[in-house]
């Protein structure tokens, strides 16, 4: 799998579940409603480096996507019940996010 494929996977949940920490819904149907599928995707391609997008990648985009929909039925309770597990994983996330970039950078050759 292409680093920059994960970057982008990466990138996108974590700004989903910015906003959702916010308590505010995303909007973009694009943004949220194919995250969990791109990171199913993700995971399940074969990898030549190091695995970016694991187990507790799905377990973020599905508690991103329940935060989503449950802010988008306005039952922030719920929301933030989710949202307590994206907080806790976040930080894993974003180290995930900075790995990912740094196999990029090793791997994208040099002029």
């Known amino acids: 799998m292409l680093a920059s494929d994960d970057i982008s996977v990466l990138s996108r949940a974590i700004d989903c579940a910015q906003r959702a920490l916010s308590m505010q819904p995303n909007y973009e149907v694009r943004r949220i409603g194919g995250l ?50 994206i907080t806790a994983l976040l930080p894993d996330i974003q180290n995930d996010l900075l790995r990912a970039l740094q196999i990029r950078n090793q791997t994208r050759p040099t002029p």
Not at 49 to 66: C, G, N, P, S, Y
């Open 36 to 85: 969990l599928d791109d990171v199913q995707q993700a995971y399940a391609r074969p990898c030549e480096a190091e695995r970016v997008i694991d187990d507790h990648t799905l377990l973020f985009a599905k508690a991103v996507q329940l935060a989503d929909a449950s802010l988008h039925r306005h039952d922030r309770d719920r929301a933030q019940r989710y949202g307590r597990v």
